[in-house]
């Protein structure tokens, strides 16, 4: 059975930071790729970052780019999400989620193993 345990979310100020944490379990992602998507209510989820087997190419959404940081720790089947310069439109549940492919896209059709979400919330 895979699982895949996301922590880290929260409640911060706008132009604060959180890191979330995705560990994953019953399978490992070191020849495929991870990746983080939201979804705000109302909306449809979209992906906010992904990164390879490698760690050496990622893709960032860009409403992001310059604010987030992915990386990965294959040892350890686990990925991260730093998210610094938070802004209030930042504000969803965060999901991981892996799968077994050397392709970046970054598109939650393409995945098939999800995280349970963790709520971000950020204030004015």
């Known amino acids: 059975q895979v699982q895949m345990v996301t922590s880290g979310g929260g409640l911060v100020q706008a132009g604060g930071s959180l890191r979330l944490s995705c560990t994953a379990s019953?399978?490992?992602?070191?020849?495929?790729?991870m990746g983080w998507f939201r979804q705000a209510p109302g909306k449809e989820r979209e992906g906010v970052s992904c990164i390879d087997w490698s760690g050496r190419s990622t893709y960032y959404a860009e409403f992001v780019k310059g604010r987030f940081t992915i990386t990965r720790d294959n040892a350890k089947n686990t990925v991260y999400l730093q998210m610094n310069s938070l802004k209030t439109e930042d504000t969803a549940m965060y999901y991981c989620a892996g799968r077994k492919s050397n392709d970046l896209r970054c598109r939650p059709p393409d995945f098939g193993y999800w995280g349970q979400g963790t709520q971000v919330t950020v204030s004015s």
């Open positions: 019953g399978l490992t992602f070191d020849d495929g790729i």
